[in-house]
């Protein structure tokens, strides 16, 4: 990856991870995805191979993004959908036309049609935003304690209680926050 960029915060949910290109969302936002070619990066890390992306496809992409940011954000707050960003994420999910298929190792890989790579490959997020926000899956959404970040995330851990989108970046800053301010109000006390 260029260091032009900033690297991209992988998780184990593509839906998720996909609203995780936009990072920073209350403080200073970090774009991810700032160019067609990075969004063809970030596909192919996630097994959606396109070739090339264009800057129309990338505001899609971004508007996507947004809807699963969204409606997920209101699903961890047990809060109404918003239609607009339902009626995005079906969309996207409808002019999909990616195959699964199996692989001989017995692993899920998607085919994406040659003639709408971009397409299909937003249509297998979206489609996946669907199954994580219908509650489908094993895990819960939640939005990380951040008050600078507060992404939605998927919690598969066993107790359903983790904090932190990233416990490499939100989790950390924020420990090291309060070991600062901890440290600052003790040295005050004892002047």
């Known amino acids: 990856m260029s260091a032009a960029f900033p690297d991209f915060r992988l998780g184990s949910v593509l839906a998720t991870s996909f609203t995780g290109t936009l990072s920073e969302r209350h403080g200073n936002p970090v774009e991810r995805i700032p160019t067609p070619h990075r969004l063809v990066d970030w596909l192919a890390v996630y097994g959606l191979a396109v070739d090339s992306c264009t800057p129309a496809q990338l505001d899609l992409a971004r508007e996507l993004r947004e809807s699963i940011h969204a409606a997920a954000t209101a699903a961890a707050l047990q809060e109404a959908l918003p239609a607009s960003a339902v009626q995005v994420i079906n969309d996207r999910s409808a002019r999909g036309r990616a195959t699964a298929v199996l692989t ?3 692993e899920r890989r998607w085919r994406l049609g040659p003639a709408s790579r971009v397409a299909d490959a937003l249509g297998v997020i979206a489609a ?3 199954s994580v ?5 094993d895990g819960r959404l939640a939005l990380c304690a951040s008050p ?9 851990s066993r107790s359903r209680t983790r904090r932190w989108c990233d416990m490499n970046t ?7 926050a309060r070991f600062q301010a901890s440290r600052r109000q003790n040295a005050g006390s004892t002047e």
């Open 133 to 137: 926000i219908a509650g489908e899956r």
């Open 128 to 130: 996946d935003a669907i």
């Open 170 to 176: 939100c989790g950390n800053r924020q420990k090291k």
């Open 104 to 106: 001989p190792e017995g």
């Open 148 to 156: 600078t970040c507060r992404a939605a995330f998927f919690d598969t």
